[in-house]
């Protein structure tokens, strides 16, 4: 066989491998229907801790404003999301143009690596894990800057400064971390946006559980900027995991190359309005915020008191949590699943290992179900 052919098909082989590996080192949380098909139980069974969305669940008017209008779905929906569009800009005080309906923030993260081109692709970790995905499938190269675990994830701008002279054409951001739940302020937020500029790497900020702690938000310091856009998320805040509702809030001049990029009729008429009914409640939203706030407060005391188990501090609705030398996460993983509670094992992502796993903030009782169930593992230890 000629030299060339051999290396061109060992470089494919290589690739095939890279991306099947990439593919299956990454799982989600909330998989909920596939465990419950492996567990022969329905979804409703499991006690799921596993994906970190509002503990309170739909905002009162969601269920029945989308049944109210469900003869609409005779009709493709608004391709460009205008009402809810128009709605998110009133809710964050930027221009409808500066707003860009997506399905799902995931939608977005796939889209921003073909707007940049190829070349190299920055990730601050540990991280979501389609971000490696899109840079990898978009075929830029993947690296990360990964954060300490033992100094509480603690973002270094002099670090950063350092990795992005080796040059870099994006970098994907998550603020407040996840898994870490660690939040960035908004004065070092303007440094990373800074350093960025400064070395000429397009930067994405994900802030899809910044409604936890919206004062943080760059959300106003990226609309006058075509090199930084900020992606949300309906899901984790207004509870509509299923229904697939994301945004970008950047420049006009982003906004419009991004929706070049989009295919037509990527939300529909459903999600739109369940998220148009959940941002007329502001009550729903304040209810949220202290709820979240009292039962993390409480969730991570108890955890706490758990002598081998290390809960990090979080401005969200999870907890990153590390665990000692009788239980791996993958273990812990396991004896939780035989009560029907399922957690997010934290071992696959990059810059952990075997000891973190994670928990979403749910309601009083079930925070207690999985305490007495860890209290009863870890007692046997």
């Known amino acids: 066989m000629c030299p060339w052919l051999i290396v061109f098909w060992s470089l494919l082989v290589r690739a095939m491998l890279t991306g099947k590996a990439m593919t299956d080192n990454f799982d989600h949380g909330g998989n909920i229907f596939t465990i419950a098909r492996s567990l022969g139980v329905e979804p409703e069974d499991i006690l799921d801790f596993s994906a970190s969305i509002n503990p309170l669940g739909l905002a009162e008017g969601v269920r029945e404003a989308v049944f109210a209008s469900f003869d609409r779905v005779l009709h493709y929906p608004d391709s460009d999301s205008t009402e809810l569009r128009q709605a998110l800009a009133e809710f964050h005080g930027v221009d409808a143009e500066q707003i860009l309906v997506s399905n799902g923030s995931t939608e977005l993260i796939y889209l921003v ?55 870099f054409e994006l970098m994907f951001f998550c603020n407040p971390g996840n898994p870490s739940g660690a939040l960035v ?20 900020i994900d802030e899809a559980f910044m409604d936890f702690c919206e004062a943080d938000s760059a959300k106003h310091l990226v609309i006058q900027d075509d090199q930084v856009m900020v992606l949300r998320s309906m899901t984790k805040f207004f509870a509509v995991p299923g229904m697939r509702v994301g945004y970008a809030v950047a420049s006009g001049e982003l906004i419009r190359r991004l929706e070049y990029l989009r295919g037509p009729w990527s ?53 990153l949590v590390r665990t000692g030398k009788s239980h791996s996460s993958g273990e812990l993983r396991k004896e939780l699943l035989k009560r029907l509670i399922l957690i997010r094992d934290c071992s696959n992502f990059e810059g952990l290992d075997d000891r973190f796993f994670r928990v979403a903030v749910r309601k009083r009782e079930e925070n207690g179900k999985l305490l007495e169930a860890l209290r009863e593992i870890f007692s046997r230890s």
């Open 267 to 319: 939300v529909n008429t459903p999600a739109q309005i369940a998220c148009l009914a959940s941002l007329r409640d502001a009550g729903h939203m304040q209810r949220t915020i202290r709820c979240v706030e009292e039962e993390r407060a409480f969730l991570a005391g108890e955890l706490e008191r758990i002598g081998e188990l290390r809960p990090y501090p979080s401005a969200v609705n999870y907890l």
């Open 113 to 167: 690596p073909r707007l940049v081109g190829k070349g190299r692709g920055l990730i601050v970790a540990p991280a979501f894990s389609e971000y490696a995905k899109a840079l990898f499938r978009a075929g830029m190269e993947v690296h990360n800057l990964n954060l300490n675990p033992e100094n509480g994830f603690q973002f270094c701008p002099h670090e950063l400064e350092r990795t992005l002279a080796g040059g």
């Open 185 to 204: 302020p908004l004065t070092l937020v303007r440094e990373v946006i800074d350093l960025c500029r400064a070395a000429g790497t397009f930067l994405v």
